[in-house]
């Protein structure tokens, strides 16, 4: 059973649809305007929404647009008109709708599309938010443009970032409607993905995040895939916290598939250059995992001073973590600065210096501490990233983390 939201201002539609939905064994709720729409939609989380495009206060594509650019649309949805045109289809499914239905909806026409969104959904089920289509300053805005002109070709792009600053936001961004999204995550993932890439990726966008850290072999074995790749309409895009040209020079990274994965360089800004995002930013982070909780004035403030070194999977970290041991509805700024100050201590591995008067063993336990410290804070507790960065095995990360003392991230704590 999923929970789907309708909203129509014709009575009529809105009965329909929710008894058809009902009977398909659907949680349903309806609502006649935006106003309402809006309400539901912030207390109830719906799985789908069915989103007229004309109605009396504000129509759909504008409710639409606000919810994409809050960074809240994390569900299908899916547009409904009467009066709908192609230029208005293509609008909403430039903004982000899953799909278009014109009414009168045919009965077979609405179970499909339905079932189609929520099976989807479901396997698309670690989609990552784009935290405020990444952000409103006119650095943010900039990037966005891009993203979005580069989402209008189909040639390889490469995103160059500071860890953490936004290359997977902006790689969802690239993601084709309805097609096949798969992303390969270092060297292990490329084992377990790279044999059936061709088959897999078919007409859809393979994103190879980190594609520095591909082994020599398996860049080559990525090179002989690239002529079937483009047969077969994928298109590739990737991330790298390294400049790969520095990897060409040491001979780690393939001069060849450099030069394929290189046609479009694209530099994500740190979050320090777009500081004047970190509030809403915040506030988008808290609201996918605590839709009840909220900031205090004070608690914004000290996000906004904090210079975020790991970026925004630091931001989503901390930001979720306060929410995790705050007490009541409100998170306070001595909840916040509580954090603040843990996950500075964590980052804080680049310029620190160890006793080297400890036994070896002591201080190799301190060095491990901090880099896997490091990397949660950088991964915003991504296990499958932390894994993958440190290359290890999940199962001797999770020992090694409990043999530290440093406490394994809860599903409920962070984003996975």
Same mark, same amino acid.
Request: charged share 25%; net charge negative.
């Given at each position: ?182 992303? =390969? ?13 061709? $088959? %897999?990726?078919? *007409? #859809?966008?393979? !994103? ?122 409100? =998170? ?13 201590? $964590? %980052?804080?591995? *680049? #310029?620190?210096? !160890? ?62």
């Amino acid at each position: 059973m999923s929970k789907i939201l309708v909203v129509d201002d014709e009575i009529g539609i809105r009965e329909l649809l929710s008894e058809i939905l009902r009977e398909e064994g659907h949680e349903v709720n309806v609502a006649e305007n935006a106003a309402k729409a809006k309400e539901i939609f912030m207390k109830d989380r719906p799985e789908l929404v069915l989103l007229d495009i004309w109605m009396p206060d504000v129509d759909g594509v504008s409710l639409l647009k606000e919810w994409a650019s809050s960074g809240l649309m994390t569900m299908p949805i899916v547009m409904m008109s009467g009066h709908g045109t192609i230029d208005t289809a293509v609008e909403a499914t430039r903004i982000g709708a899953y799909s278009f239905l014109e009414k009168p909806v045919a009965l077979q026409k609405l179970l499909s599309t339905v079932s189609a969104a929520l099976r989807d959904q479901s396997r698309d089920s670690a989609r990552e938010p784009v935290y405020v289509t990444l952000g409103k300053t006119e650095t943010a805005l900039n990037l966005k443009r891009k993203c979005e002109a580069l989402a209008k070709t189909a040639g390889p792009v490469l995103f160059l970032e500071a860890p953490g600053s936004g290359a997977d936001q902006c790689a969802s961004l690239l993601k084709k409607m309805n097609k096949p999204w798969v992303v =390969i995550s270092g060297s292990q993932e490329y084992e377990a993905k790279g044999e059936q890439l061709v $088959e %897999t990726s078919q *007409e #859809g966008v393979v !994103f190879f995040r980190e594609i520095g850290l591909l082994a020599k072999t398996q860049q080559m074995d990525l090179i002989s895939k690239w002529g079937s790749l483009q047969e077969a309409g994928t298109r590739v895009i990737a991330s790298s916290t390294a400049r790969l040209s520095s990897l060409v020079s040491q001979e780690k990274f393939d001069i060849r598939l450099y030069e394929l994965i290189c046609e479009t360089l694209v530099d994500v800004p740190p979050l320090k250059d777009r500081i004047e995002d970190v509030i809403e930013m915040s506030k988008s982070v808290l609201f996918q995992k605590y839709p009840a909780k909220s900031f205090s004035i004070a608690a914004l403030n000290k996000l906004r001073s904090f210079d975020w070194p790991a970026n925004l999977s630091q931001l989503s970290a901390v930001v979720l973590s306060s929410a995790q041991f705050s007490i009541g509805e409100e =998170i306070t700024a001595n909840d916040v600065t509580a954090v603040l100050e843990n996950s500075a201590r $964590e %980052t804080r591995i *680049e #310029g620190s210096s !160890f006793d080297f008067n400890k036994d070896y063993r002591s201080a190799r336990e301190m060095f491990d501490k901090s880099y896997l410290e490091y990397h949660l804070a950088k991964e915003g507790g991504n296990m499958s990233r932390v894994a993958s960065q440190a290359g290890i095995e999940r199962t001797h990360l999770y020992r090694k983390l409990k043999q530290l003392g440093i406490k394994t991230p809860r599903k409920n704590e962070v984003p996975n």
